[in-house]
């Protein structure tokens, strides 16, 4: 009877001890039966969604979704009420002032004593401003006059510009997700993972293959000369490069044109010296 007694003061402490921690959270926390009828709410759901706990529970959770996402949410409690977690899925709710905040969501089951699945508990977390510098960075990444490649320290490419799509005539859907090493000739491509390794032991501003001829590789299995400028970008979700690639076959014919006028004029003055040389020993000889 004793130990009972303990067992229950145990489950009773660690309750409330989950509780305590629930209340006093900065991320919106609150939960919902199968049919989306909220049934708790803590103070940082009120901080963040702008209502308290008494106008949401028993209230609808659609009364946070815009209209344009309201498919989602049965989607959602569809693979919570399978036992599936849904983790960190960014999407749009509604404040009760009317205005729209970008949250991510975790939504996990919630079990009774028996173990059946009788509603889903959500954490919610405010990432409007990392959506605002995201989209920020998008549009610096479309403007910039050079073709702009992300990619993650392992050579996977995670985003590109239309500048990168026009250069190498190849699709973002098809660009991202790949190795950086399909943009790079097949004869230089073995040795490419190396140079991606010794920039992220290194990671700063460079040039890539100073005083090497560099080139690159279109969809179309054409190759053109390029340079490249590399740039470290510390991110969440840690290192990821920043590659700017510049098509130069323009200039490298000017200066191959350059170099063989050059070359020319000085084969043509090394036959004038020659030819004067030739003039004078005749003269002496005569």
Known sequence: MARHVRNLRGKRDTE???ASIVASSDDAIFSKTPDGTITSWNAGAGRLYGYSAEEMVGQPISILIPEHRRGEEQRILD?????????????????KDGSQVWVSLTVSPVH???GSIVGASTIA????ERKKSDSLF?????????????SGPDGAILRVNVQTERLFGISRDALVGQQVEMLVPERFRQRHPGHRKTF??????????KDLKLFALRGDGSEFPVEIALGPLATEQGLLV???????TERTRVEDELAEAQASLVRKERLSAVGEMATVIGHELR
């Open 138 to 150: 998008r549009d610096l990444l479309e403007s910039a006059p050079e073709a702009m490649v992300i």
């Open 112 to 114: 009774d004593r028996a």
């Open 125 to 128: 977390r405010d990432i409007t």
């Open 16 to 18: 409330a001890l989950l």
């Open 79 to 95: 693979e919570v009420l399978a036992g599936e977690l849904v983790d960190h899925y960014e999407t749009e709710r509604l404040r």
């Open 242 to 248: 920043s590659a700017a690639i510049r098509d130069i």
């Open 200 to 209: 992220i032991s290194d990671p700063h501003v460079r040039a890539m293959g």
